[in-house]
């Protein structure tokens, strides 16, 4: 008889020590694919997000459409961001590395990029890019 209680006391301690295990086994990959789609997800974003920055700055000299400029910066930025937390920080990374290189080239001085910046951090943050869409710029380029 005190054999039969020690192996059920025992399969007990076994069964809640093994079942606390497996329950933290399960939290945790639960925890790691919860990331890696997490991951997967900013991924997929942020690449998409880089295609409708690379939409807006190629529609901008397409358009050769006089004072455009500010709309397509935040035009670029509103779409990107949309797309989630990837795009958002693709369109902060892509707007300040094409500011910091424009600057520096451009010669349109410090003045036009902080308007470009404005633009960009507005379009970034949920404005509607209409706000900067200058008259008459045709249909197409929205």
């Known amino acids: 008889l005190l054999f039969v209680a020690c192996v059920a006391l025992y399969c007990a301690c076994a069964d809640a020590w093994f079942g606390r295990v497996g329950s933290a086994v399960r939290s ?7 990331a890696v789609g997490s991951a997967v997800d900013r991924t997929r974003e942020a690449a998409q997000g880089a295609g ?8 901008m000299p397409e358009s050769n459409w006089l004072n455009s400029d500010k709309y397509f910066h935040a035009r670029g930025n509103y779409d990107a961001a949309n797309r989630g937390p990837g ?6 990374v892509i707007s300040n590395a094409r500011e910091n290189w424009q600057s520096g080239v451009s010669g349109r001085g410090a003045e036009d990029t902080r308007a470009d910046q404005e633009a960009n951090r507005w379009g970034r943050n949920g404005g509607d890019p209409n706000r900067y869409r200058p008259r ?7």
């Open 28 to 34: 945790g990959w639960d925890s790691a694919r919860e």
């Open 52 to 59: 409708d920055m690379y939409r807006a700055y190629s529609d």
């Open 87 to 92: 795009g958002r920080w693709a369109a902060r």
């Open 136 to 142: 008459g710029l045709p249909r197409r380029y929205r």
